[in-house]
């Protein structure tokens, strides 16, 4: 089955910078790979999603790319702001109906 | 349009008791799914639902876990007996299908098995 995994485990910014996290798959057969935000003690929220005939994704500040060849996506985060600080975790599944598989997560810590 | 429902938001139990939640997806989503996610860790799936029936239960620890979604709408997953290591959210979402989709999930259950 799909197994995910996702680096780094925390991450600290300062406002205004750049962040990237990173995840790799293992099943090929993967096709969707969304991105979701969850703050302290509420739901995971999707942020972004990136399907695999598309490399790369954008929505204002935030972006995802897709290298199908190597089994890795990113997400970047720029212009950071406090309000990002949340964890964030990447998913993938591979044909239509199969459940997402979740990797551990990323805490974003952005400082002002 | 209305979320995903759960309810309840919190439970504390004793181990080797029952404990039941209830999810109400978002309507005409056709798929249904209860995860577990353990603190500091990703959602882990446990059950999927297409309408009312199962198209994955393998991570579902079925000695203790059952879950049901009967009339294809709302579902209840059921612990009994619980155990210390079943403290977690609970976490119910609902996509719609055909190919795809972002989910979207619910406030998630808080279980605390003392």
């Known amino acids: 089955g799909e197994n995910v995994e996702q680096h780094p485990s925390t991450l600290s910014v300062q406002e205004g910078d750049s962040a990237v996290i990173k995840c790799t798959y293992s099943?090929?057969?993967?096709?969707?790979f969304p991105w979701y935000k969850q703050e302290l003690g509420k739901r995971p929220q999707l942020i972004i999603d990136?399907?695999?005939?598309?490399g790369e994704k954008k929505d204002q500040r935030i972006a995802v790319t897709l290298n199908k060849t190597a089994k890795h996506f990113s997400l970047h985060i720029t212009e950071t702001q406090p309000e990002d600080s949340a964890v964030y975790f990447c998913?993938?599944?591979?044909?239509?109906?199969?459940?997402?598989?979740f990797g551990k997560g990323t805490t974003l810590s952005v400082s002002s | 349009e209305a979320g995903v429902a759960q309810s309840p938001r919190y439970k504390i139990i004793e181990k080797r008791q029952s404990v039941a939640f209830w999810c109400n997806p978002i309507?005409?989503?056709?798929?249904l799914y209860w995860y577990q996610q353990i603190l500091g860790q990703g959602p882990k799936l446990l059950i999927q639902?297409?309408?009312?029936?199962?198209?994955?239960d393998s991570q579902l620890p079925k000695d203790r876990f059952s879950a049901e979604r009967l009339k294809g709408v709302d579902s209840t997953l059921k612990i009994q007996p619980a155990k210390l290591e079943d403290s977690a959210v609970y976490l119910c979402?609902?996509?719609?299908?055909?190919?795809?989709?972002?989910?979207?999930f619910g406030s998630g259950t808080r279980l605390t098995v003392v």
């Open positions: 979402a609902s996509s719609r299908t055909g190919i795809n989709y972002g989910y979207t």
């Open positions: 099943d090929s057969a993967s096709n969707y």
């Open positions: 990136i399907r695999s005939n598309v």
């Open positions: 998913a993938a599944s591979g044909q239509a109906g199969t459940a997402l598989i």
């Open positions: 309507s005409g989503h056709a798929t």
């Open positions: 639902f297409q309408n009312n029936g199962v198209v994955d």
